[in-house]
């Protein structure tokens, strides 16, 4: 199973990196160690002509590996994931661990078949619990768990070079198509903060008041009126 610090999340878990990444794979490896994660596999990142397809043509692949050995959960993150000690939520201190056991808690209650344990919601979040929301439109796909029955429809239906719809967009897409993406309240899993892009590099990026901003912005403003 993989696990976080005491809880079973999904059956296993991949994070997807580079050869030539080592910062990355050292900060997943201080990851690893300091929050107890047991059965997060290293992935060896594909790359393609088509550098924006690189990324989902990673994640596809997982699917289909996953597929072939009939997994039923599977967690996904891109080695520029980060997990911090405190979650940002306005006006109240709250611990990581103690936000990974409400949302535990709740995944126990209710019907999901997307998780995104961090995102850049696009539109309003729509509550489902105190811990778990809907996510009609979003970016990012660096910390997400994801069920058998979606990932092989993803897998069966899209087709990047046509549609053009990468995963970060494809997942709560498929809210639309008969299926649950949620996201975590407060987001759990932030993207790291210095890292530079090894396919489009541009310097090191910090997403996190943008992050910040658009969770205020579509939640957090929302139910505090």
């Known amino acids: 199973m993989f696990r976080v610090l005491d809880y079973n999340l999904a059956d296993i878990g991949y994070f997807i990196n580079l050869e030539k990444s080592k910062?990355?794979?050292?900060?997943?490896?201080n990851l690893i160690t300091k929050f107890n994660i047991k059965n997060l596999n290293r992935f060896e990142a594909l790359t393609d002509q088509l550098h924006v397809f690189s990324c989902t043509k990673?994640?596809?692949?997982?699917?289909?590996?996953?597929?072939?050995n009939n997994v039923e959960t599977v967690f996904i993150a891109e080695d520029d994931f980060n997990i911090e000690d405190y979650c940002y939520y306005p006006n109240k201190?709250?611990?990581?661990?103690?936000?990974?056991?409400?949302?535990y808690d709740d995944l126990q209650k209710v019907e999901w078949d997307v998780v995104l344990l961090g995102c850049n919601p696009k539109e309003d979040l729509i509550p489902i619990t105190d811990n778990l929301v809907k996510v009609p439109k979003s970016t990012g796909a660096w910390a997400y768990i994801?069920?058998?029955?979606?990932?092989?429809?993803?897998?069966k239906n899209s087709?990047?070079?046509?549609?053009?719809?990468?995963i970060d967009d494809y997942l709560p897409l498929l809210n639309t198509k008969g299926f649950i993406t949620l996201t975590t309240i407060p987001m759990i899993v932030n993207h790291g903060v210095g890292f530079e892009s090894?396919?489009?590099p541009r310097g090191p990026v910090n997403y996190n008041v943008w992050f910040r901003g658009s969770y205020d912005k579509h939640y957090y403003s929302i139910i505090n009126k």
């Open 159 to 166: 087709n990047y070079r046509v549609d053009y719809i990468a």
């Open 58 to 68: 990673s994640h596809l692949k997982i699917f289909e590996e996953c597929s072939k």
């Open 198 to 200: 090894t396919l489009n």
């Open 93 to 103: 201190v709250v611990k990581f661990e103690d936000a990974l056991k409400n949302v």
């Open 23 to 29: 910062d990355r794979l050292d900060h997943v490896n």
């Open 146 to 155: 994801i069920k058998k029955r979606a990932y092989e429809f993803i897998l």
